[in-house]
């Protein structure tokens, strides 16, 4: 017998195992709003996003489920974007914009938030 060139596991279930997954992961991806919510321009709710990204998952599950197939997490979290009319390239912009203004807050001796010093993102 030849040894095993290659082993390929699939996270759904295999090799992690999250009993309530699917009521926990709306709390999950509702954690990921806040950051998320200042890319759009549009006024994208808290719970269309966290809707938009369960959809995308349900879509990525069934593609694995009939095709036998599993792309890396990126290509489902871009669906989810785009069912938001947004882009991946909007939230990295969004979050590279947020950073900068993390580190004036850093550099200036920030003391107390100030909420309207990231308003223009």
């Known amino acids: 017998m030849t040894a095993p060139r290659a082993i390929i ?3 759904g279930g295999t090799l992690v ?3 309530k997954w699917e009521e926990d992961a709306p709390t999950k991806w509702a954690a990921a709003f806040h950051t998320v919510r ?3 321009s549009a006024s994208v709710t808290r719970d269309d996003f966290v809707a938009a ?3 995308a998952e349900k879509a990525h599950w069934e593609r694995v489920d009939r095709e036998h ?3 890396p997490p990126t290509g489902l979290v871009s669906d989810g974007f785009r069912r938001l009319g947004m882009s991946a390239d909007d939230v990295f912009n969004a979050y590279v914009k ?3 203004v993390n580190f004036q807050r850093q550099d ?4 107390k938030k100030d909420e309207s010093d990231s ?3």
Request: hydrophobic letters at 40%.
């Open 9 to 11: 596991f699939d996270l």
């Open 17 to 19: 195992h999250w009993p």
């Open 38 to 40: 200042m890319a759009s």
């Open 53 to 55: 990204m369960r959809a």
């Open 69 to 71: 197939w599993s792309g």
């Open 98 to 100: 947020k950073n900068e």
């Open 108 to 111: 200036s001796g920030y003391a």
């Open 119 to 121: 308003k223009h993102i």
